[in-house]
Nanobody, 126 residues
Framework: QLQLVESGGGLVQPGGSLRLSCAAS????????IGWFRQAPGKEREGVSC????????NYADSVKGRFTISRDNAKNTVYLQMNNLTPEDTAVYYC???????????????????WGQGTQVTVSS
């Protein structure tokens, strides 16, 4: 069974940066992509970015394009989300998740993901 553990969340001022990590263990070869989602209080969980393992292609929500970068370290079985120029609207619990379908380009629909981590809180405030 695949397990995902997020880390790297915290409190940051507007304009600041954070790097989130999603460490995978278990049956990592069964999964085709890992995505990052976020959920703010009172809002639905939304897709932020994802990384497709077999093609290396990435996908981003419009709200984070140009500010967030997703990357993967094969040796560490870890996917990172570098978040720059953060705003209070980025405040949320951030989750990583893994999906099995062999897409050429991963998608940001939560129903396409099978395994979820426990989440890490990101708070952007002065």
């Amino acid at each position: 069974q695949l397990q995902l553990v997020e880390s790297g969340g915290g409190l940051v001022q507007p304009g600041g940066s954070l790097r989130l990590s999603c460490a995978a263990s278990g049956l990592t070869s069964d999964y085709s992509y890992i995505g990052w989602f976020r959920q703010a209080p009172g809002k639905e969980r939304e897709g932020v970015s994802c990384f497709t393992f077999n093609t290396g292609m990435t996908n981003y929500a419009d709200s984070v394009k140009g500010r967030f970068t997703i990357s993967r370290d094969n040796a560490k079985n870890t996917v990172y989300l570098q978040m720059n120029n953060l705003t209070p609207e980025d405040t949320a619990v951030y989750y990583c998740a893994a999906g099995e379908v062999l897409y050429r380009l991963c998608v940001l629909q939560r129903l396409e993901y099978d395994i979820w981590g426990q989440g890490t809180q990101v708070t952007v405030s002065s």
